[in-house]
């Protein structure tokens, strides 16, 4: 008599971010060999995240590269690594697979007593909790109303890694003193049975040639077709990419050397189908009581991506320090998104561009962090809710006296999430059977908000018959409507 299907259902289970202070101090450097700090590049990422109850324990790595000046001159370049571990409580279940980002806030460097190397980083842990919800779909010799329903489904997680390699040409490189690299996912598009990843990487090579300090940058694009069973075209796919490893290699001839990077960058993406399921929405019998189990279901879930290009600009003041004469290098520069909300009609982004500049005064080779505060607003349908990753295409500086100008193509990457509730019958109990109505005649007097099924309950009859019984009866029903139903009594 009652017909169920099982559907497969998914949603978002997040913990908001958590804020560390990662600290190290290098043992093997001497601070009295330190004259001056030039540029402090520092990445984090995610080693391992496992998930327990009520909380994700989250472990990682940050890396601190420092370049400086020695007392005598000449510019340095050092390379050091520090783990990390934390909790970040959220809804999570033993059973959940867990992901991770990380993300650095602000990072410092001090050389009094000794070097200390000082990360603040962000941590997000989320998972996809895969569900299967029993829903009524039918049921015979019952008075009935359908409804449409929407269940997300996770059909595909998958990873993969990409190559990525280009070269530059170079001077006489005596010492690479920072490689510093970043990716970003441009687009992702389900195709049937794989999803197509696009995205760019890059590299800025900061180093040595006769003391001074020069830079080459790349932009490398990449293109990745990924096996994923299960997706179809027409699914959302979210995806996430990062440098996993980085090499430099030297090659060329004395005083025309080349500068070659190879990369891996790590892909991770989930494929989402919406898939719309009718159920039974409300239900009775003519001749028993039921009672019903009703299920109410939230569900979030990926909506898909977006992509924009945005310039930001800004200043960085010398303060107190003498003018600046010409710009040599920007060896590090970062965008954080701190903020990342839907509006009507689009989305806001609000963050900081951080960057080093190097740069030569009558004093000398100098350097300063420069934090320009951004906010973008890109139009679009975002969905609930968004999240915001932010990608450094390109940054120049101009020397100005006093300042610092400074300019900078910045993409930003919008991962939706989309909301939608569910509501379902689960289980049906059919209770005793319903005392006959012995009245040859009932009379039912529409109430403010009663619609048709609520007079087909309180009369145990069909829509049909009492349309048939009310010729004259308009819908939607009226607050003092008069409603007769006539019965055939054995």
């Not at 997300?152 to 998958?158: D, E, G």
């Not at 006489?172 to 990716?183: I, K, P, Y």
């Not at 197509?196 to 990449?222: N, W």
């Not at 009866?473 to 019965?487: H, I, M």
């Amino acid at each position: 008599m009652f017909k169920y299907e099982k559907f497969n259902a998914s949603s978002i289970v997040s913990a908001p971010s958590v804020e560390r202070v990662v600290e190290f101090s290098p043992s093997g450097l001497d601070v009295g060999d330190v004259a001056r700090v030039l540029s402090l590049a520092v990445d984090g990422r995610v080693l391992s995240a496992e998930a327990g109850d009520g909380y994700a324990a989250v472990s990682g790595r940050v890396n601190f590269r420092l370049v400086y000046q020695t007392r005598d001159g000449a510019p340095k370049g050092v390379d050091y690594n520090a783990d990390f571990s934390l909790k970040a409580e959220g809804a999570f279940s033993s059973e959940d697979s867990v992901n991770a980002e990380v993300s650095v806030v602000e990072a410092d460097v001090k050389t009094a007593d000794g070097v200390v190397l000082t990360a603040m980083i962000s941590v997000r842990a989320y998972a996809v909790r895969r569900t299967e919800e029993e829903c009524l779909v039918d049921a015979e010799q019952c008075y009935k109303t359908q409804e449409s329903v929407t269940l997300p489904s996770l059909v595909a997680v998958r990873s993969a890694v990409v190559n990525v390699s280009d070269e530059a040409d170079a001077g006489d490189v005596d010492s690479v003193l920072l490689s510093d690299s970043q990716a970003i996912v441009t687009s992702a598009s389900a195709g049937n049975g794989t999803v197509k990843v696009e995205g760019k990487v890059r590299v800025a090579v900061t180093y040595s040639e006769d003391d001074e300090i020069r830079i080459r940058e790349m932009t490398i694009p990449f293109a990745e077709e990924i096996s994923a069973d299960g997706a179809e075209e027409g699914d959302k796919v979210c995806a996430s990419v990062s440098v996993r490893t980085s090499k430099l290699v030297l090659a060329g001839v004395p005083g025309a050397n080349i500068i070659r990077f190879e990369g891996d960058v790590a892909v991770r993406l989930n494929v989402i189908r919406c898939r719309t399921a009718d159920v039974i929405a409300d239900m009775f019998m003519l001749t028993n009581e039921v009672e019903l189990r009703r299920e109410n279901r939230k569900f979030t879930y990926f909506g898909g991506m977006k992509y924009s290009s945005e310039s930001i600009s800004g200043t960085a003041p010398l303060e107190g320090r003498a003018p600046a004469e010409a710009v040599v290098a920007i060896p590090y520069a970062r965008c954080y998104a701190a903020k990342a909300e839907v509006t009507e009609g689009g989305a806001l982004v609000e963050g900081v561009l951080t960057a080093d500049i190097i740069y030569r005064s009558e004093n000398g080779i100098e350097s300063v962090r420069a934090e320009v505060p951004y906010s973008v607003e890109i139009d679009g349908e975002f969905g609930a809710d968004c999240d915001a990753v932010c990608f450094v295409e390109s940054i120049k500086a101009k020397a100005r006296r006093g300042e610092l100008d400074i300019e900078a193509e910045v993409d930003l990457l919008l991962c939706c999430r989309e909301c939608c509730d569910a509501e379902y019958i689960s289980e049906v109990t059919v209770g005793e059977e319903k005392e006959r109505n012995d009245s040859a005649l009932s009379l039912y007097i529409v109430s403010e908000g009663d619609e048709m099924w609520d007079v087909c309950k309180a009369l145990t009859a069909t829509p049909d018959d009492i349309m048939k019984q009310n010729p004259t009866l308009e819908l939607p029903l009226t607050p003092g409507d008069r409603l007769v139903y006539f019965r055939t009594l054995a």
